[in-house]
């Protein structure tokens, strides 16, 4: 009988953190979003004017600052630095595909 509350119970905390991890997957499936439209203008920009679909140095500035930010808010820096060159490498992707398209030679 306790061993049924209990599971109950257990159920009812499991669906109200799933609750809140759905909410917080579609927050960041919206945020994704936001950040691929900006970096795709980012992409038409540098293909109009003959700039290199990637830029380490901006990548190094932006690692250094990520895994602060992951330190300070107790995430892994390195899931940060993996989660962020695996977003990064499809932002370099789009702008070669963008830079392809308009007649650019791939340079970086
Ligand atoms: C968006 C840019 O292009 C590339 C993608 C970056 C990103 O997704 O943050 C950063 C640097 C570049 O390699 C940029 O140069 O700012």
């Keep these: 009988m306790n061993e049924e509350k209990d599971m109950a119970e257990a159920r009812a905390i499991l669906a109200g953190y799933r609750a809140s991890i759905d909410n917080i997957d ?5 945020m994704l979003a936001e950040r691929f439209r900006c970096t795709k203008a980012v992409g038409v920009l540098k293909a109009e004017h003959g700039l290199p679909p990637a830029d380490p ?45 308009n007649g650019v030679m791939k340079t970086g």
């Design 26 to 30: 579609a927050a960041l499936i919206h």
């Design 57 to 101: 140095s901006r990548e190094q500035q932006q690692i250094a600052r990520l895994r602060q930010l992951a330190k300070d808010a107790n995430l892994d820096p390195d899931f940060a630095e993996k989660f962020l060159n695996f977003v990064v490498r499809e932002v370099i992707r789009h702008h070669e595909q963008i830079a392809a398209d």
